[in-house]
């Protein structure tokens, strides 16, 4: 058991924010995590979160995975400053919401599924293949997610995961990745405009996926997914443009308070 305090963090955003699809909600403040091969349970009670992992664990995985050495405060005090009435009040809904640095091959396929979907399904999918394949994560229970090579091609073109059209994409995806070894850590040192153009040379990765595993794989932190809401978004409140100039360095954190707000205010 670990227990810390951390500001600008709640479970219950980064829940519902689109970015992740493998938390369980046990409770009303506590989640089951199952990444980078880890199962974590986690319980908050206002900026006390409480973890089923030791200190070494934390330090290891978690700390960076949170994204804890980011400075929230800052991020908020440029956007109270900016002179933007919308994006403060998408600020003020969903202040707990920050950018998770997840597993990149993980990332890369979940986002493939994700084009034209949902959420529940999307999540659906996932699950599926991590049970399909059957890697234990951890000592803790449940199915980490599997890596190149992990995943045989009855299992991706298996109709039951629910992958659709996109299956041969994660397919062609996955025989790639297992033939070039070195993929992942080249992508990881490439400028975000430079990964930008690998992953769209691969079939199934238009802009938006693109910059969704460039904001929550990579961490480019000025990637900027544009989808459905995002633009429902900019054409209501930026007809004139939106400023990406004022919030460079953030862009991506932004784009998250405008797409929880737009998701979620309707439970305001």
């Known amino acids: 058991m670990f227990e810390i305090t951390i500001e600008n963090m709640d479970l219950n955003q980064i829940a519902r924010s689109g970015q992740c699809f493998r938390w369980k909600k046990i409770n009303e ?8 091969g880890q199962y974590l349970e986690i319980s908050q009670n206002k900026t006390y979160f409480s973890l089923s992992c030791r200190e070494a664990e934390w330090n290891s995985i978690w700390q960076s995975y949170f994204d804890v050495d980011t400075d929230y405060t800052t991020v908020k005090n440029r956007i109270l400053h900016a002179n933007d009435s919308y994006l403060c009040k998408a600020y003020h809904f969903g202040n707990g919401v920050r950018i998770l640095r997840q597993d990149l091959w993980e990332v890369i396929v979940s986002f493939m599924i994700s084009q034209n979907n949902n959420i529940a399904r999307i999540t659906n999918s996932i699950e599926a293949l991590c049970q399909a ?101 900019l054409d209501v409140h930026y007809p004139d443009g939106f400023n990406y100039i004022q919030y460079k360095g953030i862009a991506g954190i932004v784009q998250q308070y405008m797409f929880y707000y737009e998701l979620n205010k309707k439970s305001e």
């Open 133 to 233: 394949c059957a890697l234990t994560a951890g000592s803790k229970g449940g199915y980490r997610f599997p890596k190149p090579r992990e995943a045989s091609s009855d299992i991706l073109l298996d109709k039951k995961l629910g992958f659709g059209y996109r299956a041969e994409y994660i397919h062609q995806m996955y025989a790639f990745a297992a033939s070039h070894p070195y993929f992942l850590e080249e992508l990881k040192q490439m400028s975000y405009e430079n990964a930008m153009l690998c992953l769209m040379e691969h079939k199934g990765i238009g802009k938006k996926v693109a910059n969704c595993i460039c904001l929550f794989g990579l961490h480019h932190i000025d990637a900027f997914p544009i989808d459905t809401h995002i633009q429902k978004i």
């Open 29 to 36: 403040n506590t989640y089951s995590i199952i990444a980078f």
